[in-house]
């Protein structure tokens, strides 16, 4: 059973460009997040999708981010125009419900490095 | 969903039962105790969880005060790659997200 499988691993981006992450979440989990970890900081939750809906994105900026998880295909993370405060590692988890006894398995992260 | 305390940071010698405690006086009845734990830059892996009596599984024990108001993760025989930051987290019913704190910075000594 393969874990919550994310990539790019790395991606460089040029200020201005688009940031398209992916994560695909374990088979049989229906539930996404995705963190945000700044460097040398702490995780950061940004949004928790559904399939075909976003339930909380509340840790979401407001602007040039968004999120979904199609019906079919992984999950995407978008950040448009990226800045080089964009720069960190985005971490997706995915859990089989949302019910508190449920814990979350997490991808290995895409690094991304704005220059 | 309550909020924990941890120390920053812990030192421990390798082959040692590392014991990393939490608080969490503000919990309730219905909230989950989780620990998970970040190596280096890697994906935080979970480890365990907890409502009201201990567990154990094959990487660590969770002792949970009758109270419920701390808890202690110990991992019976650490081992180097056990360094990593450790976080506790408390995540109530009907609670979509864990919040992570600023966790416990284990460190394995040889």
């Known amino acids: 059973n393969a874990g919550v499988m994310q990539n790019p691993r790395h991606l460089v981006r040029r200020r201005g460009q688009e940031a398209r992450l992916r994560c695909s979440p374990m088979k049989g989990h229906s539930h996404v997040y995705w963190y945000r970890q700044l460097p040398e900081e702490g995780l950061k939750f940004m949004v928790y999708l559904q399939k075909e809906n976003i339930i909380d994105e509340s840790g979401m900026p407001k602007e040039r981010f968004s999120a979904e998880f199609p019906k079919e295909g992984p999950s995407i993370l978008r950040i448009q125009q990226v800045v080089r405060g964009d720069s960190a590692a985005y971490f997706c988890?995915?859990?089989?419900?949302?019910?508190?006894?449920?814990?979350?398995?997490f991808g290995s992260g895409t690094r991304l490095t704005v220059v | 969903d309550a909020k924990t305390t941890q120390p920053p940071s812990m030192d421990c010698a390798e082959g040692r039962a590392a014991n990393l405690p939490c608080n969490h006086s503000t919990i309730s009845g219905n909230e989950y105790v989780y620990w998970y734990r970040q190596i280096h830059s890697q994906g935080p892996q979970y480890i365990i969880h907890g409502l009201k009596n201990n567990e154990t599984n094959e990487m660590a024990s969770l002792i949970i005060t009758e109270d419920r108001k701390s808890s202690t993760l110990i991992l019976p025989h650490a081992t180097l790659r056990d360094t990593a930051v450790y976080y506790c987290i408390v995540r109530g019913w009907g609670a979509q997200k864990l919040v992570f704190g600023q966790g416990t910075r284990l460190t394995i000594n040889p």
């Open positions: 988890a995915s859990s089989p419900e949302a019910d508190a006894n449920y814990g979350y398995t």
